[in-house]
């Protein structure tokens, strides 16, 4: 994905890896990252790492507070609209800050204003799959099909205006074709739902499903990201059948706006050391996790451009605002 490589390759913190900047005391108590999702998912795992990471160099508790729901809208608004101090945090994904503005027609927050960035934690690419008794073996498979059924398969999302049912509207209107959106109340009922075999699709996450492909009960087709992975080099990406498709989570962490510079940037310091950490790496590979530890700017950038790319992809999906 050009985004995210870009992100990861050009976009460190060359800056605050050198010289820790000067800051008040802090945390003189404990800091609450407020996840979006509900706990064992790929956000709230990475998080937690994080969280943990953060206990250990700053000297104070980092507590996962997760708060499910209305895509992520009450989370991200708490924190909104929380003292800018440091000690309200937010841990959210494209959905939040991209995809929201477009579905929700009165949004008590701004992606833009309300928030002060500190840093991408990490990309989660998404990947298209079937379970292994279906005769669909490719994506170009699955397009044929869809064509010489439409309406007939369905798939599964984790919900309306999640990433996983933005990218799969965009798949089906970059390539003409019409599957069914069947919507779940996040991986944990999308996931069995597909293996019980209520649908023919899934999006989603290779943590959420990693243990299925393993036992070969489920086949990869192709993932999300416009480029192939470099967990899985030999799997296609979409956008080699589907030219333009390019969706991958984006777990990152931002403050209410007006928090002290010198605070965000020692959080970003700390995200940068943590994401770097060997034990950190290997278990973000394990969730088919890429490690970013951007700077704040690059991560301001990051979501102007999703709010671009998200825009389009909405209107494609034909979700207007609620």
């Known amino acids: 994905m050009k985004r995210a490589i870009l992100i990861a390759l050009g976009l460190m913190l060359p800056g605050l890896a050198m010289s820790q900047p000067s800051v008040p005391d802090y945390p003189t108590h404990a800091v609450r990252l407020i996840v979006p999702y509900a706990a064992g998912g790929a956000p709230d795992v990475i998080a937690r790492l994080v969280a943990q990471k ?18 992520g809208v009450g989370a991200s608004e708490a924190v909104a609209r929380a003292s800018p101090d440091g000690y309200t945090l937010l841990v959210p994904d494209v959905p939040q800050l991209a995809i929201n503005p477009f579905i929700f027609r009165s949004l008590a927050y701004d992606s833009l204003r309300d928030f002060a960035p500190i840093s ?14 279906s005769d669909i073996t490719s ?11 439409p309406g007939q398969l369905t798939y599964a999302s984790a919900g309306i205006g999640s990433l996983h049912h933005i990218a799969m509207e965009s798949i089906k209107a970059a390539a003409g074709i019409d599957l069914v959106h069947i919507p779940y109340k996040g991986t944990g009922q999308s996931v069995p739902a597909f293996m019980a075999g209520e649908v023919s699709v899934l999006v989603s996450t290779l943590a959420a499903v990693e243990p299925f492909v393993r036992s070969r009960q489920a086949r990869l087709l192709a993932g999300t990201p416009a480029r192939r992975t470099s967990r899985l080099p030999d799997l296609p990406a979409v956008a080699e059948t589907v030219p333009g498709i390019d969706f991958a989570g984006e777990i990152g962490l931002l403050a209410p706006a007006g928090t002290p510079p010198s605070i965000v940037n020692r959080l970003a310091l700390q995200v940068q050391r943590a994401v770097q950490s060997d034990d950190v790496q290997q278990r973000l590979g394990a969730l088919g996790a890429i490690g970013v530890g951007s700077s704040p700017e690059a991560y301001s ?16 999906a034909r979700l207007g605002a609620e």
């Not at 989660?124 to 799959?129: A, E, G, R």
């Open 301 to 316: 950038r990051s979501i102007r451009t999703s709010l671009g790319l998200f825009e389009k992809a909405v209107k494609a």
């Open 54 to 71: 953060m206990s250990d160099a700053m000297g104070g508790p980092f507590i996962v507070d997760n708060r499910p729901g209305a895509g």
């Open 139 to 149: 994506m170009a498979g699955l397009i044929e099909r869809a064509r010489a059924r």
């Open 120 to 133: 991408i934690i990490a990309t989660t690419p998404m990947f298209v799959l079937v379970r292994a008794d």
